[in-house]
């Protein structure tokens, strides 16, 4: 016998399939500014409870005939209707810019930082921003106000599971004010993408050794115990200031330099075949825990993946390419 396979409610199939027409229907864009024909409203519990209330109210009045109740009823209903008018105002003509997201490690968090820009004369108030999905009463919840004619940041957030190039979440933007009795809000689907490196290994293997450069002979193909390509040699009398591995005297107080001989017979490569990791994915997670590991020690390092091989080099550019190589890999 097999065991019986759970369904998700028609109901529910229904609404999962209109939310996705929905959000197919949204014009990816990291700039818009909201109108009339992209802000929303619907009134909140309170609002629900205001409208009971006046029908009591209201009902109550008629009943017994009572000047002051009508009086009572109409002001509260008044109030409400003004609130709705100032809400939608708060949003409505305000500018949102999304700043290009920068890359991650895949399971770190992902900042997004959002723009608000109002030209109106007047400050908007209590702006919250959040990724689609998240509670009302979320942590991730971003709340800013807005000065006349200024700007305001926000940021949030989300975490991207796996590497490679994910395309930024749907984002809200609400406001419940003036009176909370509405909820006011917009869905904005952003164009940009955050790329998600390969979580380095934890604990990973030392360095590979490395290998002798073409015609640099024999003595340059000695065997070495991994982690051994330090290419350094105690300082000596002479060494220039660009010499001396300054992170390594921070760190253990010994003065040493680079051997310029040493690093023209050897060339580190970290091979995605020679890692010795089971599967793809932790060879690509310990190739970027050596890829970290050979800018913190400043060697020239290339890069061997299936179909792509990037040259020896050093440098802050150099990680920054290596790491996305292996994030689209």
């Known amino acids: 016998m097999t065991a019986p396979t759970l369904r998700a409610p028609r109901w529910w199939q229904w609404r999962a399939r209109l939310r996705q027409w929905w959000q197919g229907r949204l014009t990816a864009a990291d700039a818009v500014l909201l109108t009339q024909r992209n802000v929303y409203i619907l009134p909140t519990r309170a609002g629900l409870m205001l409208a009971l209330t006046l029908g009591v109210l209201l009902i109550a009045s008629i009943n017994y005939q009572l000047n002051l109740g009508y009086l009572f009823t109409f002001l509260l209903a008044g109030c409400a209707a003004a609130g709705v008018w100032v809400g939608h105002g708060t949003l409505r003509g305000l500018g949102l810019k999304l700043l290009p ?12 930082d959002v723009r608000l820009s109002s030209a109106r004369a007047a400050p908007r108030h209590a702006i919250g921003l959040a990724v689609m999905g998240a509670g009302r009463e979320d942590a991730r919840w971003a709340w800013a106000d807005v ?32 009176l909370g009795a509405f909820r006011i809000w917009t869905v904005w689907k952003p164009a940009a993408q955050v790329l998600a490196w390969p979580a380095p290994e934890v604990n990973a293997p030392p360095l590979p050794v490395g290998e002798a450069r073409a015609g640099a002979g024999q003595a340059a193909s000695r065997e070495r115990a991994p982690g051994e390509f330090d290419g350094v040699r105690p300082w000596q009398r002479g ?8 992170k390594k005297f921070a760190k253990s107080g010994e003065l040493v330099s680079r051997d310029a001989q040493h690093l023209q017979r050897q060339q580190l490569w970290l091979d995605f075949a020679r890692t010795g990791a089971p599967d793809a994915e932790s060879r ?6 050596w890829v970290l590991a050979a800018d913190a020690r400043q060697l020239e390092y290339g890069l061997r993946l299936p179909g792509l091989e990037i040259e020896p080099d050093s440098g802050a550019a150099h990680k920054l390419r290596c790491l996305r190589a292996l994030a689209l890999c």
Request: contains cysteine; hydrophobic residues 50%; positive net charge.
């Open 239 to 246: 060494d220039t200031l660009r010499q001396v591995v300054w």
């Open 284 to 289: 690509l997670s310990r190739l970027a825990a």
């Open 101 to 112: 997201p920068q890359p991650v490690f895949a399971g770190q968090p992902a900042f997004l």
């Open 147 to 178: 000065p006349a004619r200024g700007e305001a940041a926000l940021q949030t957030s989300f975490c991207p599971a796996r590497r490679g190039l994910h395309a930024a979440p749907l984002l809200v933007v609400q406001t419940l004010f003036p």
